[in-house]
């Protein structure tokens, strides 16, 4: 089976821009989380999705949000760029939630 | 807040030595499941190890095996026969029922020629 894909890879955006970014599942997978990386913070985590339901929302602001389609893919959107934003940007599926999960490569996130 | 601690930031072993890494975490659930993710260089996140807490017996995968102690809610991984490419940050991570998985800050490991 193929793994969890992430796109892009790479961004650089300037603060004020909005971002989306996109991830697809193991197929058979319809759970997908996102989680935030960084230095300073280490993993964070931003929501969970299944079944185009959002069951789980870590402390972000409203600024991060996020949805999940028919066929599991998701994507997260972040509105108005704080240079604070920067990170790498981890998505994992999993069957179920609360099972393993497999992680994305990341898009690495660069807000200048 | 639950939390999963990671006492040792930082750690190091020579090549084809065993070395362990510590974890420790809270929760009130009694059914959860506990993971070790190694996140090389690359970046990507890949999952080391499984274990269920309703299980007793320690969970092996080849070179890596953990010594779960529910009471004492620790959960530690043991590399035998450590190589070069075990190098990377491991990560320790909880999680119980449809709670979010949480992680531990990291230990970054170091195998040396």
């Known amino acids: 089976k193929a793994g969890v894909t992430q796109t892009p890879r790479y961004l650089i955006k300037t603060r004020g821009q909005q971002v989306t970014l996109s991830c697809s599942p193991i197929?058979?997978?319809?759970?997908v989380s996102w989680y935030q990386q960084t230095p300073g913070q280490g993993l964070q985590f931003l929501f969970e999705?299944?079944?185009?339901?959002?069951?789980n929302k870590g402390n972000f602001p409203g600024r991060f949000s996020g949805r999940q389609f028919s066929n599991s893919r998701s994507e997260m959107n972040v509105s108005t760029l704080e240079l604070g934003d920067s990170a790498l940007y981890l998505c994992?599926?999993?069957?179920?939630?609360?099972?393993?999960?497999?992680f994305g490569p990341g898009t690495r996130l660069t807000v200048t | 807040a639950q939390t999963v601690t990671q006492s040792q930031p930082e750690m190091s072993v020579q090549e084809a030595e065993t070395v362990t890494l510590s974890c420790t975490y809270d929760?009130?659930?009694?059914?959860?499941?506990l993971f070790w993710y190694k996140q090389p260089p690359s970046r990507q996140m890949i999952l080391v190890i499984r274990?269920?807490?309703?299980?007793?017996q320690n969970a092996t995968e080849n070179r890596f095996s953990v010594n779960f102690q529910k009471a004492a809610k620790s959960f530690s991984l043991k590399i035998s026969d450590s190589q070069l490419g075990d190098t990377a940050m491991y990560f320790c991570?909880?999680?119980?029922?449809?709670?979010?998985?949480?992680f531990g800050k990291g230990t970054k490991l170091t195998v040396n020629p």
């Open positions: 991570a909880r999680q119980g029922g449809s709670e979010k998985l949480v």
């Open positions: 999705y299944f079944s185009e339901t959002q069951r």
């Open positions: 929760t009130s659930e009694n059914n959860y499941y």
């Open positions: 274990q269920e807490a309703y299980k007793q």
């Open positions: 197929s058979g997978h319809r759970s």
């Open positions: 994992a599926s999993s069957s179920l939630v609360g099972y393993e999960q497999y």
